[in-house]
């Protein structure tokens, strides 16, 4: 019980398996796959186990398809897992799932929970009504999110009408309105400039720090990651294959951002896989600067260094890179979820 | 109801249609003036019953009808994330007021019907006043009809065309007395999809056309117990949801 207390979000051997009809191929086949059906299953989550104690700001990764929504879904009572038990703030979001629902917060990025055709303030009127908020409570509510995300700005305007970087703060203010305990976020920042993520960024670390708010938050930006997040979990084919702190994921994976150099000339000296020391020698003895050579395109005389950004700024890199041959443009590619899931596969 | 002309342009194609369907059955008892021994005025009432169920049914359940997109979207995320029965936070979303002409339209074939019936003797006043709560077990009963068929969405994700069928279709069937179906298209529409429990039956032993007491019982009783088969069905249902990837 003292565990159920202390813990806001519990999973255990978390499976969830969807059983998907499939089609008979041919003109009969729709006809056939009436009397016959045919079933392959889908494991989209495969026995997943963690903790998350109230308080903590855990983001949740992996590739599309990995079962990160699945996951997040269970998590808030939508779905009902194949197997295995949850408990969020001591409930079982299943069978309790009205209970839960008023001590949690949900966003979907990619869809909103607000009033498609009302002025955004009727949404949360409705939203405060429907939480039983307190007039007194909803007007603070008011003061407080037009301070911290901008919502004044666009009260009388119809959701529909809200650019996406709008919609979503309408959204995460909607979700906060009855001061859930957790809150969980799928991919907010999907899809927004970088203005926007920064700003979004923010609130969520001020909600995290000024309320104590629980957050479990899936992204395919490792940035949102690395400004939000102490603890990670990365999941890949419905296992986590990962769970901890960023900066051990770093020691084992690295964050690899990837600078394109185009020489004028194929560059001398230059082997796919040869590490590059800080003076641009293709040094043997250099391990510490962690700056690996990729990829080489011969034709274009483009040559891909993957180093770590949080180790060596991208001018030194660069810097480095042009005693290889004059440079004529370069390029930098932010890392993917996908390449440090490769990465943690292959160092383990 | 923001928008006044589309509501009463709605308001216009709806009792359009709801005249259509009673032309129908009307041109058909003007050409042989009976029908399996049910008069015009009687034929009224029998309508009249359905239509007033099925306009209420239409008015508070409008989101049953569309539940299909919920499904297929997963919009019925957001509403599995409310702390309210999925049911209530799903009907409490839209109000299709335009089909209060269906209720206006049946209130008034009763308005028009029942002084003719009451002056020949064939229905008393306490007959007027079953016929009235029978419009509320009509309703229950579509309700329940459409209820579970909704929930069939949960595993079949397409079901527009079996609301047609169980629905559409028998509410359509029911405008009719029963006596002109063959015996097993009879006990369809009372056993299996009870629609015609929530006219046929009372009316027909209100009117003396045969029947017993339990006639007037047993329509509420079939209405409330549909009603919790439906509704096991719609929570059953809720456990096989499968959302939509993103």
């Known amino acids: 019980m003292k565990e159920a207390c202390e813990m806001a979000i519990v999973a255990r051997d978390l499976v969830k398996v969807y059983r998907i009809a499939q089609r008979w191929p041919g003109v009969l086949g729709g006809l056939r796959t009436l009397f016959s059906p045919k079933y392959h299953d889908v494991r989209a989550v495969q026995g997943i186990n963690f903790d998350i104690p109230a308080g903590q700001f855990v983001g949740y990764v992996g590739p599309n398809g990995a079962g990160k929504s699945t996951t997040v879904k269970m998590l808030a009572g939508i779905l009902h897992p194949t197997s295995g038990t949850i408990t969020v703030n001591g409930l079982s979001p299943q069978s309790q799932r009205q209970r839960l629902a008023w001590q949690i917060g949900v966003v979907f990025g990619q869809r909103t929970q607000l009033w498609w055709d009302l002025p955004t303030v009727d949404s949360f009127e409705l939203l405060a009504a429907m939480y039983e908020v307190p007039r007194n409570d909803y007007l603070d509510f008011m003061k407080t999110f037009s301070d911290l995300l901008g919502i004044n700005e666009f009260l009388d305007t119809p959701v529909r009408r809200l650019s996406l970087g709008q919609r979503m703060r309408a959204d995460l203010a909607a979700a906060l309105i009855h001061r859930p305990r957790v809150l969980f976020l799928d991919e907010p920042t999907i899809g927004l400039d970088v203005v926007a993520k920064s700003r979004i960024r923010e609130f969520l670390q001020q909600i995290n720090e000024s309320r104590g708010v629980t957050i479990l938050l899936t992204t395919h930006d490792l940035r949102d990651i690395e400004e939000l997040c102490k603890r990670v979990m990365v999941i890949n084919h419905g296992r986590l294959v990962y769970d901890g702190s960023l900066s051990s994921l770093r020691d084992s994976a690295g964050l690899p951002t990837v600078l394109s150099v185009k020489y004028d000339s194929l560059p001398r000296g230059l082997q796919e896989g040869s590490l590059i020391s800080a003076n641009g020698d293709g040094a043997r003895n250099n391990h510490d600067t962690g700056w690996t050579v990729e990829s080489i395109d011969r034709p274009t005389g483009t040559v891909r260094v993957a180093f770590d950004r949080n180790r060596s700024s991208a001018p030194s890199v660069i810097w480095a890179m042009r005693s290889f041959g004059e440079i004529m443009d370069v390029s930098l590619t932010e890392p993917l979820i996908e390449e440090i899931i490769k990465r943690l596969l292959k160092s383990e | ?246």
């Open chain 2, 1 to 246: 109801m923001q928008y006044r002309f589309d509501f009463l342009a709605s308001c216009a194609i709806q009792a359009t249609m709801g005249l259509y369907d009673f032309l129908l059955v009307a041109v058909i008892l003007w050409k042989f003036k009976t029908v399996a021994g049910w008069s015009i005025y009687e034929v009224g009432v029998l309508y009249a019953a359905s239509r007033v169920g099925y306009g209420a049914y239409r008015m508070v359940c409008n989101e049953l009808e569309r539940f299909e997109n919920y499904i297929v979207t997963g919009e019925f995320d957001s509403i599995l994330i409310r702390p309210y029965p999925t049911l209530f936070v799903l009907l409490s979303r839209d109000f299709d007021f335009a089909r209060v002409t269906w209720m206006v339209q049946g209130i008034a074939l009763l308005v028009i019907c029942a002084p003719t019936l009451i002056r020949g003797g064939t229905l008393t006043w306490t007959g007027l006043f079953c016929i009235m709560l029978t419009c509320v077990w009509s309703f229950l009963l579509h309700g329940a009809v459409a209820l579970g068929t909704a929930a069939a969405a949960f595993w079949i994700v397409r079901i527009e065309e079996l609301q047609v069928f169980t629905l559409n279709a028998t509410s359509s069937a029911t405008l009719y007395p029963l006596d002109i179906y063959p015996g097993w298209l009879r006990a369809v529409l009372l056993y299996v999809i009870p629609i015609g429990m929530g006219n046929y039956v009372p009316v027909r032993y209100v009117l003396g056309k045969g029947g017993t007491p339990m006639s007037l019982v047993l329509p509420p009783l079939v209405a409330v117990c549909s009603l919790l088969v439906a509704y096991r069905l719609w929570r059953w249902g809720e456990t096989k949801y499968h959302s939509t990837g993103s």
